[in-house]
């Protein structure tokens, strides 16, 4: 029986419209069972929120990903699906996002009755930090890095608008930026209040408000990197024998595909000794 032209091209155009969708559901896949793997190998509930840039589908177009209300949402339904002496481990990679979320979150995890651990492998700046310090321990790459957890109000630190209007003075701002540094003063109170209610548990009175400053208190700019040496210094249960899970389960989350890779590198694991007798 002859094809014809026409029906080899439209059948290459059927495969290659859902030949995505099948292998996005292989990768869901994957994922599912080295989760459900690595629940087994600890004895817990084990959650992923990890914000890669997405592309829109058709159009191609990149779209950053950052904590919102749906992932709180997500979130606090895996924690209620807990029974509460069962311990949970949540795999951060994030930049951040929503207070509320979130509070939402790290609240959550703060009230779970059996140990909570943070693992990241890359970064978790920002509302990430925030989860983070919800956890009785967190487990980093020796190389990943924690954030400031100052607010920010629209494009501006909170904190730098405070110090606008105490270098030019209450007389030489406008109604509307005396408006932004009264918000400002709330936010930061706030979320030192906040931060201060999940460290103190961990840490004496004194030490939890000092370092619940050090985070909130504008110091640093937004994106400064605390690296795990910083941490520990601080006080912070910290330590970095990230499982080799971790890394796997990594990755199967691959940033979109791009036509030209800006990283390349031969993707397995070098024996010095053995690649040098080659």
Known sequence: MAVSFFEILWTIFILSAFWPMFKQQHLEMQRLRLIRTIERRRGTRFITMIHRQELISLLGLPLSRYINIEDSEQILRAIRYTPPDMPIDILLHTPGGLVLAAEQIARALRKHPAKVTVFVPHYAMSGGTM????????????????????????????ASILEVVRQKGID?????????????????????????????????????????????????THDYPLTYEQLKE?????????????????????????????????????????????
């Open 172 to 220: 030489k701002v406008d109604d509307t930026t005396m408006i932004l540094a009264d918000i400002s003063r709330k936010a930061v109170r706030q979320v030192e209040e906040f931060v201060f209610s999940l460290l103190r548990e961990k840490m004496p009175e004194e030490k939890a408000l000092a370092v619940a400053r050090y985070l909130t208190s504008g110091r640093f």
């Open 234 to 278: 601080l006080g912070l249960p910290v330590r970095t024998e990230l499982p080799r899970e971790i890394y796997d389960l990594m990755d199967l989350y691959p940033q979109p595909g791009m036509r030209r890779p800006s990283v390349q590198y031969i993707p397995f694991p070098y024996d010095r000794e053995r690649d040098g007798r080659r």
């Open 131 to 158: 989860i983070a310090l919800a956890a009785d321990e967190i487990v980093m790459d020796e190389n990943a890095v924690l954030g400031p957890v100052d607010p920010q109000l629209g494009n501006y630190p909170a």
